[in-house]
């Protein structure tokens, strides 16, 4: 999906847009917030970014805005032990509702990608083993 910047929006004031960054950011810590979630799958350039020493709120995220209307993408990390279909259905659910509230766009789909579980247990096992190691 590309990002296409969204179209004016005319008030008496003046105009309004938002761009998709900020959608993407919106997104990005809906998605975080929810338990169950590890993190977020920004792939390669996101992962420049973080060894950049740049925090990337919208990593992981991808959008596509019309005028009234948005599609969003995101690419998650599920933590092991929690049932997949619940949490891809909580983030689907607070990723429209917290881009309906703050943007005004009516979300037509949150297509949420598994890209990876991680497991807790086997990281404490493996710090406690170099722990271990250093000791000696």
């Known amino acids: 999906m590309s990002t296409i910047a969204a179209d004016y929006e005319k008030t008496d004031m003046g105009t309004i847009q938002i761009a998709p960054e900020v959608i993407e950011v919106i997104a990005g810590l809906a998605t975080i917030e929810v338990p169950g979630v590890a993190g977020m799958s920004g792939g390669f350039a ?7 020493g740049r925090k990337n709120l919208s990593k992981g995220v991808k959008v596509e805005v019309g005028q009234r209307e948005a599609a969003i993408d995101v690419s998650i990390i599920v933590e092991y032990g929690n049932r997949i ?43 406690e083993e170099v722990a271990h190691n250093r000791l000696k």
């Open 46 to 52: 996101g992962g420049i970014a973080e060894l950049l």
């Open 85 to 127: 279909p619940d949490i891809a259905s909580e983030i689907q659910q607070s990723v429209k509702r917290s881009i309906e509230t703050m943007t005004g766009l009516l979300v037509v789909e949150v297509n949420v990608h598994i890209h990876d579980v991680h497991f807790k247990a086997a990281e404490k096992i493996e710090d």
